[in-house]
């Protein structure tokens, strides 16, 4: 009807006010809108009439404060509005929101800011001053939530960060919102104040509306890593109405079975720490590139730790138990006519592991990440890095530690074209002097370059089974960019990028190498398909490979979900 049109229309010129205002144009209107039907297509087809006003940067940027004894140096860094940029109304919400909290966090409860701009006409730039002052003096008296027929009233309490009582501060209200929004468990969620039992007193009001959490099904997939994946599973991620996550999952590839166990406590004892326990079985056969088939089984424990908004810590205990299913041997003179024998260590010792031959170990460890990257999905600015390392004992003593880092930035101001760096890096120091079993290495391909097959490059025995190495590196380079033929609702974007890759030597207990130079550099590079599906996002990669050994196998189309890291 009329009404609902003129709603419709009402939204649309607000996002585009929106959309100017975020590209620097704050005079930005919309003169007109005219609405009219095609009944031979039935559809509407609108005509907005826009005046785009100048476009304006940011100038000086500068922060004011009657507050005795706040520390204005340390709000500095919660300013996103940077002179020379160009001007975004996003980015200066942002910044009275992050001032305001980080005023809170100095113990200012009532702080208030207010950014004051001047326009300078001539230069088309805005000079912003942050005023931060002490605002009124009022108090959370109540906090109503309704629609959540599932979800736990403590479960979205917890979220907000303050309660009853407390004082009320608008930017940690919005901080609230964003949290409870990002749960998953709400379609939508809105919060509104009305006035209390008197004048300095508020009462909020939360009003969500749930979602389905649980997933019951079967999925399926292609990697040109692993082959085709199918997993049948139960997810649960507001288990019984408390925020906790559960998941059983029975997984198969080509040359393996797994059986996963999952549970998460988000706020372990009600602080703001999460814990969770997985038990797995999984059973692998042997490849043409890996040497040994097992079943294994094990568990761990898990603790997470925010330090700072950027800043966590995953603690790790962990046990498992594996037992192989083939001989490892090697042919030692090349000559398929005389019998293969036991590998040897480095001391000459023959190390055999036969038939039902179990390996036992028992693990600690660390990962600590550092994220400031703005979308886990479509990143366009940021740094993500992850340190992480495990100390394994039992059967075998060894240290592995891991480091990967990638950073994004983007190269023309809306233009969305982002570039990337990644680097990695990963070495494991034997602690027994007795070797790394083979299976407890490092097997590399596409993940560490493009363009090589699952286990396609480092140290070979002379039947060509890969040995896995004790050390890794690499660097990657990247410039994705939007498709321009292709509308942006498709998701798909288009890369460019160049990887180099190192492995050293295979580890002692390994069979000796023949093949497959260690000290050989491998490098590509190649194209990419990008695709946000709805499962996530998906990449396909063709590859020129630059640098090889002639022991490596290379593979020039490859089919992978596409991470962060």
Do not use: C
């Not at 144009?25 to 003169?31: H, N």
């Not at 940027?61 to 140096?73: F, K, N, P």
């Not at 990967?404 to 002097?433: H, T, W």
């Amino acid at each position: 009807d009329d009404e609902m049109k003129q709603e419709k229309l009402a939204v649309d010129k607000e996002l585009i006010r929106l959309f100017y205002a975020n590209r620097g144009y704050p005079d930005a209107r919309v003169l007109s809108a005219v609405a009219e039907y095609d009944a031979t297509k039935n559809a509407y087809f609108v005509s907005f009439t826009i005046s785009e006003g100048e476009r304006y940067t940011f100038g000086e940027i500068g922060i004011e404060t009657s507050i005795a004894g706040l520390d204005v140096e340390a709000l500095r860094s919660s300013i996103r509005t940077y002179q020379g940029n160009v001007y975004k109304y996003r980015d200066l919400q942002r910044s009275v929101e992050d001032l305001a909290y980080r005023a809170t966090g100095q113990g200012f409860a009532f702080a208030d800011v207010r950014p004051r701009l001047d326009r300078d006409v001539v230069n088309k730039v805005f000079n912003i001053t942050y005023l931060v002052d002490e605002g009124a003096r009022i108090y959370v008296e109540r906090i109503d939530i309704v629609g959540n027929t599932k979800t736990r009233d403590f479960v979205i309490r917890r979220e907000l960060g303050f309660a009853e009582g407390d004082p009320f501060n608008r930017s940690m209200v919005t901080r609230g919102k964003s949290a409870i929004e990002g749960l998953g468990f709400f379609s939508s969620v809105g919060v509104s104040t009305r006035q209390g039992s008197s004048s300095d007193k508020v009462v909020l009001n939360i009003a969500v509306v749930e979602k389905s959490t649980g997933d019951y099904g079967f999925t399926g997939g292609y990697s040109t890593a692993d082959g085709i994946l199918a997993e049948i599973s139960l997810t649960e991620t507001n288990f019984l109405g408390r925020g906790q996550y559960l998941k059983l999952a029975i997984g198969a590839t080509p040359n393996g079975q797994t059986y996963d166990f999952s549970f998460t406590e988000p706020r372990f004892m009600g602080l703001k720490v999460s814990a969770g326990v997985d038990v797995y079985r999984r059973f692998s056969g042997e490849t043409l590139t890996n040497f040994f088939g097992y079943e294994s089984t094990g568990g761990q424990l898990r603790f997470g730790v925010p330090i700072t908004d950027q800043v966590s810590v995953d603690l790790l205990a962990g046990v498992e138990t594996k037992t192989f299913a083939d001989a490892y041997t090697y042919d030692h003179d090349n000559d398929p006519n005389t019998p293969e024998i036991p590998h040897p260590t480095a001391a000459g010792d023959s190390v055999v592991i036969t038939n039902g031959q179990t390996l036992n170990k028992v693990f600690v460890g660390y990962n600590l990440t550092y994220n400031t990257v703005d979308s886990p999905s479509l990143p366009t600015s940021g740094l993500i890095a992850t340190l992480n390392q495990q100390f394994v004992g039992w059967d075998h003593s060894f240290v592995r530690t891991e480091a990967k880092a990638r950073y994004f930035v983007p190269l023309m101001e809306d233009s969305g074209i982002v570039a990337s760096v990644r680097g990695q890096v990963g070495v494991i120091n034997d602690l027994s002097g007795a070797g790394v079993h083979p299976s407890e290495t490092y097997f590399k391909g596409p993940r560490l370059v493009r363009g090589f097959q699952s286990m396609g490059m480092g140290p070979k025995a002379a039947n060509g089974e890969s040995l896995g190495s004790l050390m890794f590196a690499g660097i990657s380079a990247e410039i994705e960019f939007p498709i321009p033929v292709l509308p942006e609702s498709y998701g798909l974007r288009g890369a460019v990028w160049g990887d180099v890759g190192y492995l050293s030597s295979a580890s002692a207990a390994a069979a000796p190498t023949t093949s497959g130079d260690t000290q050989q550099v491998r490098s590509s590079v190649g194209a990419s398909l990008i695709w946000n599906s709805p499962f996530g996002p998906l990449r396909g990669d063709f590859a020129h490979v630059l640098q090889q050994d002639t022991a490596d196998s290379t593979q020039v189309f490859q089919f992978t979900i596409s991470t962060l890291l």
